[in-house]
T-cell receptor, first 111, second 112 residues
Framework: KAGVTQTPRYLIKTRGQQVTLSCSPI?????VSWYQQTPGQGLQFLFEYFSETQRNKGNFPGRFSGRQFSNSRSEMNVSTLELGDSALYLCASSAGQGGYTFGSGTRLTVV | GEDVEQSLFLSVREGDSSVINCTYT??????LYWYKQEPGAGLQLLTY?????DMKQDQRLTVLLNKKDKHLSLRIADTQTGDSAIYFC????????????FGAGTRLAVHP
């Protein structure tokens, strides 16, 4: 069974630009959630999607958005990038109960 | 409130047992998790325990849950150098859907 796939693995963007990250969950998993990991703030919840609907959102500004497609693949978008958005962005998929499987992450560097 | 706390560092000798501790505040958490993160990698799910259980064993890993004290521990038997990593404790938030609250992580260093 293929794991959670996140693309791209690395990104370098300039302040003010926007970026889109992609996550393909484990086949059959309908829940996809996103987390930001930084040295200062640790792992923080961004949002969770289930069957194309955002069910839960963390405490992040509106520049952070996401969506989920009918095949459960998810994208997150960050607009007007700031230096502080540099982080490892992790996606997790779940079948509903129990474990969450994470992808390898996308490392975003904003310069 | 939501908070998960872990000690930041643990050093053990190869072959010894490691015990990583975690405390949490949400008494109605449904699941509690342990994840492992190696340098440059994502999070690897090691094990998780449902809140109505006291203990779960999986090969070299033993999870103990004390709901009264809101304390979770992960014991790694016969610790190997390949176990060197950061270990994160997480609780599944009871108030919302599928939201994990993570601790800051415990860095485990295994030395010969």
């Amino acid at each position: 069974k293929a794991g959670v796939t996140q693309t791209p693995r690395y990104l370098i963007k300039t302040r003010g630009q926007q970026v889109t990250l992609s996550c393909s969950p484990i086949s059959g998993h309908r829940s996809v959630s996103w987390y930001q990991q930084t040295p200062g703030q640790g792992l923080q919840f961004l949002f969770e999607y289930f069957s194309e609907t955002q069910r839960n959102k963390g405490n992040f500004p509106g520049r952070f958005s996401g969506r989920q497609f009918s095949n459960s693949r998810s994208e997150m978008n960050v607009s007007t990038l700031e230096l502080g958005d540099s982080a490892l962005y992790l996606c997790a998929s779940s079948a509903g109960q129990g474990g969450y499987t994470f992808g390898s992450g996308t490392r975003l560097t904003v310069v | 409130g939501e908070d998960v706390e872990q000690s930041l560092f643990l050093s053990v000798r190869e072959g010894d047992s490691s015990v990583i501790n975690c405390t949490y505040t949400d008494s109605s958490s449904t699941y509690l998790y342990w994840y492992k993160q190696e340098p440059g990698a994502g999070l690897q799910l090691l094990t998780y325990i449902f809140s109505n259980m006291d203990m779960k064993q999986d090969q070299r890993l033993t999870v103990l849950l004390n709901k009264k004290d809101k304390h979770l521990s992960l014991r790694i038997a016969d610790t190997q150098t390949g176990d060197s990593a950061i270990y994160f404790c997480a609780e599944r938030n009871s108030g919302g859907y599928n939201k994990l609250i993570f601790g800051a992580g415990t860095r485990l260093a295994v030395h010969p």
